[in-house]
């Protein structure tokens, strides 16, 4: 009978697999249009307001909205209780307006973030060490009360939470009800209907003591010694606090990230998640959604290397990203932002290229809020949500939309052509950023207060022209080293490239394998064991296996002894670019230089920076006979992309566009 059940288990997990690569391979966003997160308040929902919003979004050129359901507005009529009959027709109506417009429908897999609400139990609420978290939700859809947060560690209280929420979301997507099946569980069945998002904004749980029942006892199992003496002063000892982060890691992964996708297969939908701020291996966890996605410019463009380069490890077509977010800096609540309504094209441009150049190939502008139809003409009517960027008729950017979501559109269906171009690997080093604790005061910011949120993180300069992706455990666990090719995954790379003080043991196995089999590694430090060596034969074999990676003739500290061939474009100053694989051409985004190096918050008019420049760029395809050098012109705001054989034969496609703060200075030249 045992036996009988693991093959049963394992048919179903096979089972699980295909279904899972065959969503993965689909390409999802097929139109290429920006969407716009819809701010739905709690607030009365009309069917006329709906229709009149929606055919708004569709002529100013959208391709879809992403329905967020958050708290009540004063004055305003409260709306109906959260995922009961009437909501959920209301949400079910958009959907269907949706689909007979022609553009698409997404749903935050809640109400507000993180996940929670009145409905979750305090049996699957999130706990700490010392007892159940305190932390609520606030402003959600259910306001004044304040629901639980899930645990984020439990894969039964989220699967409790998400049939919950289908309950509400059933029609929307697509789903018959819930019916019982053969064995007497619940299954649902869906029905023909265009496919929606589950949306997960990013990881906001209270991280500090996180815990999860059986915890203690797995991590027994795992390190041979009760973490339970050490928590409450976990602080004093970084290597206990090291195993503890990573198992919670672990928990996060195989608990959340993994399971949310799992289950939305089963529901005729996929996933679309932030895994920022999660205490966990992020690349693991983006790579786990169906489409990972970015967040600017809370996030600095280049966080977005992250969830892209977890894209293209498991051959995920799509990289989106939460754009124009506090374009101009973040107020609390109840804000306004700052220059809300009044947001310059020139500078959403700006922003939208340099994540364009960071891997970037999907736009959701945040956002629209819900309105109604009369209030939409008139001055002082609208709705606001607090933070900026206002997405409305009302709003400074109404009259351009069409224009500037039609070059966004163009800049994102060449960008899911082929495949990401890839060189060298760079180990992305969390056991650094898990054994640090918070940033320095000037370093943070609203969404950031810890090193291990990594929003510094950039890849060695040494590395610019070569398009580096980032790698991590579980890629270099399925890694292998053929043909004078690193495989992992989905992406191919020339050189693994390591650089960090920690390296756990795990790590240091699987770079010694892969050196071993021939990899050139480029190894900048020799780095230490991070955690607490129980037993001291663990500490002597990482040492020898240390001792034995660093002997190896293809392993150096210097990356001129590694790599002969030149990076894939050079030049002083050379801009910021993103590089894709198609057939057997190569195909270029160039941002603006001005583009490079933005931070949050931008200066209201930053864009006036960005005036005509030249930079004369080198490429090198492969091989001498393949390398040229080229001169770029920039026109003022302007973005460039190239479709560039292996030969050397350059086509600059269209995609001019000039915002309107540039126009006169365009049409004067």
């Known amino acids: 009978m045992a036996a009988e059940r693991r093959a049963q288990a394992q048919a179903q997990a096979q089972a699980v697999n295909r279904e899972q690569s065959a969503v993965s391979r689909q390409l999802l966003y097929a139109d290429s249009r920006p969407w716009t997160r819809w701010w739905w308040f709690n607030v009365e929902l009309r069917e006329e307001d709906i229709t009149h919003q929606l055919d708004w979004v569709k002529a100013s050129g959208f391709g879809g909205v992403e329905l967020a359901f958050i708290y009540p507005l004063p004055g305003q009529k409260r709306g109906p209780d959260f995922l009961s009959p009437e909501w959920s027709q209301k949400v079910a109506f ?22 929670g609400g009145t409905f979750v139990s305090e049996e699957d609420a999130s706990q700490r060490f010392d007892g159940p978290s305190p932390q609520r939700l606030g402003r959600s859809w259910e306001l004044p009360l304040e629901g639980r947060i899930l645990n984020h560690l439990d894969r039964e209280a989220f699967c409790r939470y998400a049939d919950k929420m289908v309950e509400g979301l059933a029609e929307a997507l697509g789903c018959l009800q819930t019916v019982p099946s053969a064995s007497g569980q619940k299954s649902v069945e869906s029905v023909d209907s265009p496919r929606s998002a589950l949306f997960c904004d990013s990881f906001e749980v209270e991280t500090e003591g996180l815990w999860t029942g059986g915890f203690d006892k797995a991590f027994m199992e795992r390190f041979g010694y009760d973490v339970r003496e050490y928590m409450p002063k976990l ?97 609390p609540y109840p804000g306004p932002g700052q220059h809300q309504g009044e947001e310059q094209v020139a500078d959403l441009k700006l922003l939208a290229d340099a994540l364009f150049a960071n891997g970037v190939n999907h736009i959701f502008w945040h956002g629209m809020p819900y309105q109604k139809a009369q209030a939409q003409a008139q001055a002082g009517q609208a709705n606001r949500f607090y933070a900026s960027v206002h997405v409305g008729s009302d709003g400074s950017l109404a009259r351009e939309l069409p224009a500037f979501n039609g070059y966004m559109e163009k800049v994102c269906a060449a960008m899911k052509l082929g495949r990401p171009y890839s060189d060298v690997a760079v180990y992305l080093p969390i056991e650094d950023q898990w054994m640090k604790g918070e940033l320095p005061d000037e370093q943070q910011k609203p969404s950031a207060k810890c090193h291990w949120e990594m929003h510094y993180l950039r890849p060695p300069v040494e590395l610019f022209g070569r398009q580096p992706l980032w790698v991590s455990l579980p890629f270099l666990k399925s890694a292998r080293f053929e043909d004078g090719r690193l495989r992992c995954a989905e992406a191919e790379f020339n050189l693994l490239y390591v650089d960090c003080e920690l390296l756990d043991g795990d790590v240091l196995t699987e770079v010694s394998r892969l050196a071993k089999a021939g990899l050139p590694v480029c190894l900048k430090r020799i780095p230490k064991r991070p955690g607490r060596a129980v037993d001291k034969r663990t500490a002597k074999e990482y040492q020898r296996t240390l001792d034995a990676l660093t002997m190896l003739n293809n392993v150096s500290s210097y990356f001129g002894n590694l790599s002969q ?39 209201y008019g930053q864009a006036a920076l960005a005036g005509s420049v030249r930079r004369d760029v080198r490429f090198n395809l492969g091989g001498s006979t393949s390398a040229f050098e080229l001169p770029l012109q920039f026109e003022p705001c302007q973005s460039l992309l190239l479709r560039v054989s292996r030969t050397g034969r350059v086509e600059q496609l269209d995609i001019g566009y000039a915002p309107p703060e540039f126009v006169p200075w365009v049409q004067s030249r």
């Open 94 to 115: 958009a959907k269907r307006q949706c689909d007979a417009l022609g553009i698409g429908c997404d749903f935050t897999f809640g109400t507000l973030w993180p996940f």
């Open 565 to 603: 061939e030149p990076p894939l474009v050079s030049g002083r100053d050379a801009p910021d670019f993103w590089c894709r694989v198609v057939d057997d051409e190569l195909l270029f985004f160039f941002g603006h230089p001005a583009s490079r190096g933005l931070t949050y918050p931008l200066k």
């Open 235 to 331: 602080d004093e000892h970084p290597d206990v606090r090291y195993d503890y982060r990573k198992l919670i890691a672990e928990y996060v992964l195989k608990g959340f990230y993994e399971p949310f996708t799992e289950y939305s297969h089963k529901v005729n939908s996929f996933t679309r998640v932030q895994c920022h701020g999660a205490p966990a291996d992020i690349l693991a966890a983006f790579a786990a959604a169906d489409v990972p996605e970015s967040e600017a410019i809370l996030f600095d463009p280049e966080y977005a290397r992250i969830p892209a380069s977890a894209a293209a490890l498991s051959r995920k077509p799509v990289v989106s990203a939460e754009a124009f977010t506090c374009l101009y800096g973040w107020i």
